[in-house]
């Protein structure tokens, strides 16, 4: 295939894994790929391709005005790209006031990673720097946007993620758009298989030697001995490690009942359609 | 044509139907005239279409949509056709940023990314990608007494003299609301670069540098998550990658057929330039700590 596959998700719910395992996948390199030199086509939300896809400087208009080009600016890399294009993108599947959708679907096709929101909670608040129930609070609101302060200059486009659900229900309904689901947990559990059906639904032609190599190379364990060695440029200030633990079910032992109750409170219709109740 | 404003900007002598109060009054010879004018909506021979700017041989269309449509041609003429209702100074907005980088590429002006400061006689570029800091950078310079030569759009003649210059653009930066507010300036009294943006406009006359200055060194901003303000120089090999990296609006060169003679630049600027990759840790302007490891450099330029 040609174009882009939106490589979408909530944050924290394995995008960069899924990004290490392409780039592994592509690499002819008998070496893991270093971590900060990971082949994908950058993040949606990314300012530099905006303000010259456009020409126009992003840092000059407002939200509104950039969500207006946002859909020309992915469709024109869409349409010229000669191989798939793998963008990660946090942005919610939203829609412009005039009933264009923000990111195209023509040309276009998703793989959409989904993690258990107990797990995700957890590792958020470590993300963010905030308190669990902070954290909590965020993943319910439907206002919810990255990067949307108006006194500051952000260093990507503001996303609009919407509450954890509705993130979740935007991008698996998107009308037109062909969307694949891969749970974390099912990544974690039987990564070769996972990733062998993701490989399989965008199409492309591997060997299962190369997606075996691309899975190991990807182990959590080797991102995260690369991130002790060399550190990891995508990591937030403050946060002792990107690669934290990478597991699941950790929520078990850091929710208490409340905190548990809460979240299933807000999310439970998502939460039983994807097998998490 | 009605009554004309004259400015000088850029080296260039610029008659303009428009006031453009950001630039310097100057009378001259015109060596640009911008005036207001019907734009086509497509260049028929586009070499390069992107999803608002076209450009052919001395030729560049940019549309920006509710405000304006822009034209320049042959590195002498910019030609604006304003969308109905739209404010002079978000016309002006776009017009000193892209389109003139376009009429400086018409020019064969090699243009970079990044704010430029005058120290002892000598130019200093700093670039990086949008949002890194290089306009903050420059205000806190500014207000140390350093003399500035421009903002975000900097124009460099790196053929046809003994070492590239840096030409002056014109004596205003841009700073967001909170950027000001870490500078300690009043955000108050300073006008707003659009009405719908917490981005002002900071006018700096007195420490405006007129004369080009020869260009001695270039530094790359970035963040990182790391402790502390650190500065390396970048290896030979990877100067001129850098340099077409920070090129600003690489992409209207395609179309213009400039490639070749913008590698020639960039390899004249390599030449005679020291580049360094400057990283502060992210998260934070870390302002004063940047501030002070560059004063170091800049005093043994």
Request: glycine fraction near 8%; aromatic fraction near 10%.
């Amino acid at each position: 295939m040609k174009g882009i596959v939106w490589l979408a998700s909530y944050p924290k719910s394995g995008n960069t894994w899924f990004r290490t395992l392409i780039s592994n996948l592509m690499s002819k390199s008998q070496e893991p790929v270093d971590i900060n030199q990971l082949s994908t086509g950058g993040i949606a939300s990314g300012r530099e391709r905006f303000d010259e896809l456009t020409g126009i400087e992003s840092a000059d208009l407002t939200f509104e005005e950039i969500d207006q080009l946002r859909p020309e600016v992915y469709a024109y890399l869409a349409q010229t790209v000669k191989e798939p294009l793998f963008v990660k993108v946090h942005d919610a599947y939203t829609y412009l006031p005039d009933g264009r959708p923000l990111l195209p679907v023509e040309n276009c096709k998703a793989i959409y990673l989904i993690r258990n929101p107990l797990d995700v909670v957890i590792s958020f608040s470590h993300h963010l720097r905030r308190d669990l129930d902070t954290t909590i609070e965020l993943m319910g609101n439907s206002s919810y946007c990255f990067c949307a302060k108006p006194r500051k200059m952000h260093n990507q486009l503001r996303q609009q993620l919407l509450s954890w659900s509705e993130h979740v229900e935007s991008w698996v309904e998107a009308p037109g758009l062909d969307v694949h689901v891969v749970r974390y947990e099912d990544l974690k559990a039987q990564t070769f298989e996972t990733f062998t059906q993701a490989i399989n639904f965008l199409g492309l032609t591997v060997g299962e030697k190369e997606i075996q190599k691309a899975v190991d190379f990807s182990d959590f364990k080797v991102l995260k001995k690369q991130e002790e060695e060399k550190g990891f440029k995508e990591k937030p200030s403050g946060m002792p490690a990107f690669f934290r633990e990478g597991k699941t079910g950790g929520w078990k032992e850091r929710l208490t009942e409340e905190q548990v109750e809460k979240i299933i409170d807000q999310h439970k219709r998502v939460m039983e359609r994807f097998y998490y109740l | 044509m009605k009554d004309n404003y004259c400015y000088y900007a850029y080296g260039l002598t610029i008659k303009a139907e428009l006031p453009l109060p950001e630039l310097e009054r100057r009378e001259g010879q015109e060596d640009v005239l911008i005036r207001y004018g019907n734009v086509p909506q497509s260049i028929e021979d586009a070499v390069v279409r992107m999803v608002r700017f076209e450009a052919a041989p001395d030729h560049f269309l940019l549309k920006v949509d509710g405000i304006a449509r822009y034209y320049v041609r042959e590195g002498k003429e910019i030609i604006i056709e304003p969308a109905c209702g739209a404010r002079e100074e978000d016309i002006r907005l776009f017009l000193l940023g892209s389109v003139f980088a376009a009429l400086m590429h018409q020019r064969q002006i090699l243009v970079m990314h990044g704010s430029a400061i005058g120290v002892n006689g000598k130019g200093v570029i700093f670039t990086g990608v949008s949002g890194v800091g290089k306009s903050t950078l420059a205000a806190a310079l500014f207000q140390k007494g350093y003399h500035i030569l421009t903002d975000d759009v900097c124009a460099v003649k790196a053929l046809g003299s003994e070492t590239p210059q840096i030409i002056p653009a014109f004596p205003r930066l841009k700073l967001w609301a909170d950027a000001a507010e870490k500078l300690g300036t009043d955000i108050g009294s300073l006008p707003r670069i659009r009405e719908k943006l917490d981005k002002y406009g900071l006018k700096v006359e007195k420490s405006f540098q007129q004369q080009p200055l020869p260009l001695k060194s270039i530094y790359i901003l970035s963040n990182r998550d790391q402790e502390g303000v650190s500065i390396t120089p970048l290896a030979k090999l990877n100067k001129l990658e850098a340099l077409i990296k920070n090129t600003y609006r690489f992409r209207f060169l395609e179309g213009q057929g400039g490639k070749p003679l913008h590698f020639q630049q960039c390899v004249e600027v390599a030449k005679a330039a020291k580049i360094y990759q400057v990283v502060r840790p992210k998260g934070g302007f870390y302002l004063d700590e940047l501030v002070s490891v560059l004063e170091k450099e800049l005093r043994e330029l």
